[in-house]
């Protein structure tokens, strides 16, 4: 089974607008951290924001936010006032279990384009 | 800031031969790791490294694969005779040690590796 599903494998969206890419996990460990990693062009690993599963509140790191659901198991990132060069590849991470040493899990990933 | 590093950011190889991928992780960091990314598909943990030893390897990581940090500063993948499906972007990651599930993983900018 898929441990992390992200269902949008392309997305576009307008110049200033908001945008929300989709991710679900699977987990029946209590402790995990989701991340949120962008690949450019590139190709390089870019980390932009992280949820820990007994956080109360969202996550937001400037014009990301995540949109944390755990009883839905989700974990969407949402960018605000999109930008050009948000175009990329945006992952979903999970970690499991209590430190931090584990290994990340991601899934397939979302391509955002974003149109001037 | 300090940052993970990889060299060669490129390498093209013939089948059947020996290739070595190197990493300087950050200089405080515990915890070492290399995964893979098929092109167009999502990236997959190869291995971790702890204490001078593996801590945890995934199905992929079979007896072609080892891993070594052979002084203080360098981490590297050597793979023992290259196939076609090695061909893929090889990335480096390190993190602190802070006991939480939140500590993020810092990539390098990746190999791409061509075997021919």
């Known amino acids: 089974a898929q441990k992390i599903t992200q269902t949008q494998p392309g997305m576009f969206v307008q110049e200033k607008e908001a945008v929300t890419l989709d991710c679900t996990y699977d987990?029946?460990?209590?402790?995990?951290?989701l991340f949120w990693y962008k690949q450019p062009s590139s190709g390089e690993m870019i980390f932009l924001i992280y949820?820990?599963?007994?956080?109360?509140q969202n996550a937001t790191e400037g014009r990301y936010s995540l949109n944390f659901q755990k009883a839905r198991k989700s974990a969407n990132l949402v960018i605000s006032a999109s930008q050009l060069g948000d175009s990329a590849m945006y992952f979903c991470?999970?970690?499991?279990?209590?430190?931090?040493?584990?290994?990340?899990?991601f899934g397939k990933g979302t391509r955002l384009s974003v149109i001037a | 800031e300090p940052e993970v590093t990889q060299t060669p950011s490129h390498q093209v190889t013939q089948m059947g031969q020996e290739v070595i991928l190197r990493c300087v992780p950050i200089s405080n960091h515990l915890y070492f790791y290399w995964y893979r990314q098929i092109l167009g598909q999502k990236v997959e943990f190869l291995v971790s490294?702890?204490?001078?030893?593996?801590?945890?390897k995934s199905e992929i990581f079979d007896d072609q694969f080892s891993v070594e940090r052979p002084d203080g500063s360098n981490f590297t993948l050597k793979i023992r005779s290259t196939k076609l499906e090695d061909s893929a972007m090889y990335f480096c990651?390190?993190?602190?040690?802070?006991?939480?599930?939140?500590?993020?993983?810092?990539f390098g900018p990746g190999t791409r590796l061509t075997v021919l």
């Open positions: 987990t029946s460990d209590p402790s995990y951290g």
């Open positions: 991470a999970m970690r499991e279990g209590e430190t931090g040493n584990t290994p990340l899990v």
């Open positions: 949820q820990g599963s007994y956080d109360q």
């Open positions: 990651a390190s993190s602190d040690y802070r006991g939480l599930a939140g500590v993020e993983q810092f």
């Open positions: 490294f702890y204490n001078n030893e593996i801590s945890e």
